[in-house]
């Protein structure tokens, strides 16, 4: 008994020589818990991003600085209320709303965009990141909810696509314009062709009939470069026609080259076109713009060759690819404006509108036809003695 009364104060005065240590610890603890949460707030309070701890019945536990720039409204006036107590906005906010709670009560994060009201009444739109919060345990016992203002992004989108959307609207009105623009000038300048054709059909002086080639060259010339303004400036959806179509190459090709044979006889230039045994006679080819391509880099060499040759070379390519390749002994291009030669009214040289004909648009003509079926025009050429144009064309054996 008298053992059993020693070994109760005994403990009783061990207990009391432990508690100040106890004391001291929790107290240590405690202050670090403070050092941490005040690291964690000052960390929150310096992002640019809103933050709001809820509870888990929406009750507001805590906002950052962000929050209360954001939204116009203090720690002091939140704390305590659910959101949908200050958090103004639209209509259209409530199914956003709905399925915020529902995440929460499903203890699940989520991610929407909404719009709100800040307390001056001015709108604002954000797009909310929430994450259950939870203990040591696992137990969730709230949400931290991270706001991103969009407002600025959307004003500037809704600016891009009305920029986009009158841009295209000028394109249109450009197409529209060009076009009517080509009727009016094709109409008169097509009854002087015709009005001159017939007074060449008549008796007439050597030098008449002179004087009436050169007004029939002349308005051909004018057809041709209005037609070439024309597929310039039509817009995307009308200016290519990619569809395939049977035809007999080695036909279709001595009719377009007879287009250039007498203006190369003329100059005594020898034009030649060679077509490779392993080329089909018909095959199916994407031909309205493949016969556009051909033309405006025949139309280019023939401009520029003064003597020589100009030969038109077509061989099967790889992958089911037909290749052109258009040679001539040309002026060809300086190295310096190589680079250049697509872009549109682009020319090497400047006394070339006095020397040769054209306002620069053969070339870039020739890119966006190749374009539409999905090529590619490439150009090897040295100063003075000449170029080579090629391209290839999809084909399908008949």
């Not at 116009?72 to 409530?94: I, M, P, W, Y």
Request: glycine share 6%.
């Amino acid at each position: 008994m008298i053992n059993t009364k020693a070994n109760s104060l005994y403990e009783a005065e061990k207990n009391s020589e432990e508690a100040p240590q106890n004391l001291e610890e929790a107290l240590e603890q405690i202050a670090s818990l403070k050092e941490q949460l005040y690291c964690y707030k000052t960390v929150a309070n310096h992002t640019s991003n809103g933050v709001i701890v809820l509870d888990l019945n929406g009750v507001v536990m805590w906002v950052n600085d962000s929050f209360s720039k954001l939204s116009g409204r203090s720690l002091d006036e939140v704390v305590g209320k659910t959101a949908n107590q200050f958090l103004a906005g639209t209509t259209a906010n409530l199914a956003s709303a709905h399925m915020v709670w529902t995440m929460m009560q499903l203890r699940q994060g989520f991610t929407s965009e909404m719009n709100h009201v800040n307390k001056s009444g001015d709108p604002y739109q954000i797009i909310v990141n929430g994450e259950p919060i939870s203990d040591e345990e696992g137990n969730v016992f709230g949400f931290a909810m991270i706001e991103t203002d969009i407002t600025l992004l959307k004003v500037m989108e809704a600016a891009l696509s009305d920029a986009h959307r009158a841009a295209e609207e000028k394109e249109a009105a450009k197409t529209n314009f060009f076009a009517n623009l080509s009727h009016e000038l094709r109409t008169p300048l097509n009854g002087i062709l015709g009005l001159a054709q017939l007074l060449e059909a008549t008796k007439l002086s050597e030098e008449q009939a002179e004087y009436v080639r050169s007004i029939c060259e002349s308005g051909e010339s004018l057809l041709t470069l209005i037609g070439n303004l024309l597929a310039l400036t039509t817009s995307a959806s009308d200016r290519v026609n990619s569809d395939f179509e049977e035809v007999d190459i080695t036909r279709k090709l001595n009719f377009l080259s007879g287009r250039f044979s007498s203006d190369c006889a003329k100059k005594g230039v020898l034009f030649s076109v060679s077509i490779e045994e392993t080329v089909p006679t018909k095959i199916w080819l994407p031909w309205t713009n493949v016969s556009k391509v051909l033309y405006h880099l025949l139309d280019n060499a023939v401009k520029f060759t003064q003597s020589g040759n100009i030969k038109l070379n077509v061989s099967v390519g790889s992958d089911s690819q037909i290749r052109f390749r258009v040679q001539d002994t040309g002026v060809g291009i300086p190295a310096d404006a190589l680079p250049q030669i697509f872009n549109e009214f682009f020319q090497a040289d400047e006394s070339s509108t006095r020397n040769y004909q054209g306002i620069g648009l053969g070339l870039p003509l020739a890119k966006k036809f190749a374009a539409s079926f999905g090529s590619e025009v490439y150009v090897q050429t040295v100063e003075g003695r000449g170029s080579i144009f090629a391209f290839e064309a999809p084909y399908h054996s008949v």
